[in-house]
């Protein structure tokens, strides 16, 4: 059970046990306090039950956290080092609900569309072959787009995309130096990282929707995304499990926009906007 729809149901609960105060609870403890005269008799009378006072006093702040975190912003953790340099494992991010339009919680249906995820964002989205966990890559191919990634180079569209080298990254995980580079999606600039030691074929990958607009080959991979889906890498590009190996994320998978790294316990100073 996800958090969402734990959020839901206690939004649901309290909710009713706020609206039978508010209609039935409350005007039967005024009518009974109106039957006593002295004031600490009555202040005792309209006083709430204890389970209404835990239960109807905590609805507004579950539906104002409920509403925001549906539909304004929300906050995630990141897990894993597949997003370095961009995103390294203990960042809490907030994820932007709006920018690619609004879906009902829980149903996770489009009711307003905002605009079309873009080339070189980072978004959050459902895993494709288990939507009970919630991933964090660039996007890197929108609809009709033809991909490669070949010899360790990124191509879209038979364009390749530039990069200028950048000092060699310490690899905490790995505790090793790994090559760095300023990469350029549609004008959008990010540091990646490759490891030259790893193969540029792609390992064991999936069986799924659409495989066949994939060709992979001993170089890499080269895909046409088909519509309604969109192909994703990790930031580290020899360390992430993404669209090379399970394929492309569909529309409705969509959570939103990664925009702001906002704490990171262990490290202040990667607090600041995403590129």
């Given at each position: 059970?996800?958090?969402?729809?734990?959020?839901?149901?206690?939004?649901?609960?309290?909710?009713?046990?706020?609206?039978?105060?508010?209609?039935?609870?409350?005007?039967?403890?005024?009518?009974?306090?109106?039957?006593?005269?002295?004031?600490?008799s009555?202040?005792?009378?309209?006083?709430?039950?204890?389970?209404?006072?835990?239960?109807?006093?905590?609805?507004?702040?579950?539906?104002?956290?409920?509403?925001a975190?549906?539909?304004?912003?929300?906050?995630?953790?990141?897990?894993?080092?597949?997003?370095?340099?961009?995103?390294?494992?203990?960042?809490?991010?907030?994820?932007?609900?709006?920018?690619?339009?609004?879906?009902?919680?829980?149903?996770?249906?489009?009711?307003?569309?905002?605009?079309?995820?873009?080339?070189?964002?980072?978004?959050?989205?459902?895993?494709p072959?288990?939507?009970?966990?919630?991933?964090?890559?660039?996007?890197?191919?929108?609809?009709?787009?033809?991909?490669?990634?070949?010899?360790?180079?990124l191509?879209?569209?038979?364009?390749?995309?530039?990069?200028?080298?950048?000092?060699?990254?310490?690899?905490?995980?790995?505790?090793?130096?790994?090559?760095?580079?300023r990469?350029?999606?549609?004008?959008?600039?990010?540091?990646?990282?490759?490891?030259?030691?790893?193969?540029?074929?792609?390992?064991?990958?999936?069986?799924f929707?659409?495989?066949?607009?994939?060709?992979?080959?001993?170089?890499?991979?080269v895909?046409?995304?088909?519509?309604?889906?969109?192909?994703?890498?990790?930031?580290?590009?020899?360390?992430?499990?993404?669209?090379?190996?399970?394929?492309?994320?569909?529309?409705?998978?969509?959570?939103?926009?990664?925009?702001?790294?906002?704490?990171?316990?262990?490290?202040?100073?990667?607090?600041?906007?995403?590129?």
């Open positions: 059970m996800n958090f969402t729809l734990i959020l839901f149901i206690l939004v649901l609960v309290t909710g009713i046990a706020w609206c039978a105060d508010k209609l039935v609870f409350l005007p039967r403890r005024r009518r009974l306090a109106a039957g006593y005269t002295d004031a600490q009555q202040k005792e009378a309209l006083q709430q039950p204890v389970w209404l006072e835990y239960s109807a006093g905590f609805f507004p702040v579950l539906l104002a956290v409920f509403i975190r549906s539909f304004i912003v929300e906050p995630f953790k990141i897990p894993s080092s597949s997003m370095l340099p961009t995103l390294d494992i203990g960042d809490l991010i907030l994820v932007n609900k709006f920018d690619y339009g609004l879906r009902l919680p829980v149903l996770n249906i489009e009711i307003v569309r905002n605009r079309n995820p873009q080339r070189g964002e980072v978004a959050v989205f459902r895993y072959e288990d939507e009970s966990i919630d991933y964090v890559k660039r996007i890197i191919g929108v609809p009709g787009d033809t991909v490669a990634y070949l010899n360790k180079r191509t879209i569209n038979g364009q390749p995309m530039p990069e200028i080298p950048l000092p060699d990254y310490f690899d905490e995980e790995r505790m090793a130096y790994t090559r760095q580079y990469e350029t999606v549609d004008a959008r600039s990010h540091a990646i990282l490759k490891n030259p030691a790893a193969p540029n074929f792609i390992i064991n990958a999936h069986d929707p659409f495989k066949e607009h994939c060709a992979y080959k001993p170089e890499g991979v895909c046409t995304v088909p519509p309604g889906q969109y192909f994703v890498m990790g930031d580290n590009r020899d360390n992430s499990a993404d669209s090379r190996y399970w394929g492309f994320v569909p529309d409705r998978n969509l959570i939103g926009r990664a925009f702001l790294i906002w704490m990171n316990f262990s490290n202040m100073k990667r607090i600041g906007l995403l590129d």
